[in-house]
């Protein structure tokens, strides 16, 4: 006959899990002896060990007690169930390692790696960290809207880091967002860089969303996001209308007013 502390060793768990088992109902707890301890037998000893093993195997606890009473077939069909639940979650979490890996990165916060793939390209060709930072916040309002849109705009976006005028543009922005200058000069070449890109994708026929669909909140989101974040952002948009363009972010001509 053992004491709760032999018990608990020879099963190879704490005196507090056999305790902890007493109070849910999963072990029996024997009455005390005359000598006012209480006292476990064989069959307490290999009640335990099933409880441990199905414990250590991720089977939750409140279902050990029905695998113990179960037949053969039963426990198996019971099992399997188990199985199938711990496969699940076993997804899960692979899921969430991969999510919180890219997350290591800081820019992959409810973004898609392809978007995490341009704003490291972003940092490559000299754009600052609060230039990357407002590129990713605006791409998450953009990922969100339209999640599935995401792996056809990103090669485009990606390509358009090979222009040496796209490079200027962002350096040039990095230059003005990080300095505190109101009224900056630098503002007129961005808009003048951008109006000119904004001219190359009007004659092909193309835009930075142009095959988005017809959905103007991401975009209004966008300039607000920018007005929040730095009031010289609607500063550009002026000088964008300036040179016939509704902006930096829709890129759409403007009509012309008559001669």
């Known amino acids: 006959m053992l004491t709760i502390g032999q018990l608990a060793a020879y099963a190879g768990v704490t005196v507090r899990a056999v305790r902890h088992y007493h109070q849910i109902g999963l072990l029996p707890e024997p009455e005390r002896d005359a000598s006012g301890y209480r006292r476990y037998g064989a069959t307490a000893v290999v009640s335990l060990i099933k409880i441990r093993t199905l414990a250590d195997a991720g089977v939750p606890l409140s279902q050990i007690s029905r695998l113990l009473e179960a037949d053969a077939s039963a426990f198996a069909k019971a099992i399997r169930t188990i199985d199938d639940h711990l ?92 300095d505190d200058v109101q009224d900056d000069p630098r503002l007129a070449e961005a808009a003048d860089i951008m109006a000119d890109l904004a001219e190359q994708a009007y004659a092909a026929g193309k835009g930075v969303l142009a095959d988005a669909p017809a959905d103007d909140l991401p975009h209004d989101l966008i300039d607000a996001l920018a007005d929040e974040s730095d009031p010289r952002a609607q500063q550009l948009r002026e000088l964008m209308r300036e040179r016939g363009w509704s902006g930096w972010n829709r890129m759409e001509r403007l009509a012309k007013p008559p001669s």
């Open 87 to 178: 496969r699940d979650e076993i997804d899960r979490l692979q899921t969430s390692r991969r999510h919180i890996a890219q997350l290591t990165a800081g820019n992959s916060l409810a973004l898609p790696p392809e978007v995490a793939a341009y704003l490291d390209r972003l940092r490559g060709i000299g754009a600052s960290q609060r230039m990357v930072e407002a590129e990713r916040d605006g791409w998450i309002l953009v990922a969100a809207r339209w999640p599935d849109r995401i792996v056809d705009i990103m090669p485009e976006k990606v390509a358009h880091l090979d222009n040496p005028q796209v490079v200027r543009l962002y350096r040039v922005l990095s230059e003005i967002f990080d």
